[in-house]
């Protein structure tokens, strides 16, 4: 089922997100739903406080062509960052149209628990590595703007809030 993706500002974009304590079969069919929310978008990751579910959970395929490789991750940690950095110019599903460079580490070692309640360790490097720090960014209740100047941000947060206006008025507008 795909699932609508809150709009930023919404309160529940910026809350720190709850651990996941036992992979249930509710869990498991969140983490569908949200990969087929994030390949109807289209996007590249999806983190649960997106689509209004305030847990550590996030998916991802950073494949643009070739066979999908969805990855599902429950509390995801990352153990290692590279000190050399990488500049990307970020999107987000919450904030639609908007994008801006942004600096990170190069490369991360993440661990995480699968949908099988495996742990995981995996080193992530190029648009991976950007999109895992999104995404675990989310959970921790920030958004790819909070990297840039306040005049920025400010202006996209105003766009966004006439697009909610926009769609508010008219759902059937993209
Ligand atoms: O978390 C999100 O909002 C998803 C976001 C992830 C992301 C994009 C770029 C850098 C870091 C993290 C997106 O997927 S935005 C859409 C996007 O980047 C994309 C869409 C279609 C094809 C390729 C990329
Ligand atoms: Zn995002």
Redesign the pocket.
């Known amino acids: 089922m795909i699932r609508p993706?809150l709009i930023h500002p919404d309160p529940r974009l910026k809350k720190p997100c709850e651990p996941v304590a036992e992979i249930t079969p509710d869990l498991r069919q969140l983490a569908a739903d949200m990969l087929e929310t994030?390949y109807a978008?289209?996007?590249?990751?999806?983190?649960a406080p997106?689509v209004g579910v305030t847990k550590r959970l996030i998916v991802m395929d950073c494949i643009?062509n070739g066979p999908p490789e969805p990855v599902v991750l429950f509390n995801p940690e990352i153990l290692w960052s590279a000190e050399e950095l990488s500049v990307?110019?970020?999107?987000?599903?919450?904030?639609p149209d908007q994008y801006a460079e942004?600096e990170r580490p190069a490369e991360v070692k993440v661990r995480w628990t699968d949908a099988d309640g495996a742990v995981q360790v995996r080193q992530f490097g190029g648009?991976w590595a950007?999109?895992v720090?999104?995404?675990i960014d989310?959970l921790n209740g920030k958004l790819?703007i909070d990297y840039l100047g306040p005049l920025k941000r400010q202006m996209i947060t105003r766009k966004m809030q006439k697009l909610k206006r926009e769609r508010a008025r008219d759902p059937e507008r993209e």
Do not use: R, W
């Open positions: 993706i994030m978008a289209p996007g590249i990751g999806l983190a997106q643009k990307y110019d970020e999107g987000c599903l919450s904030i942004v648009i950007t999109c720090q999104h995404e989310h790819f």
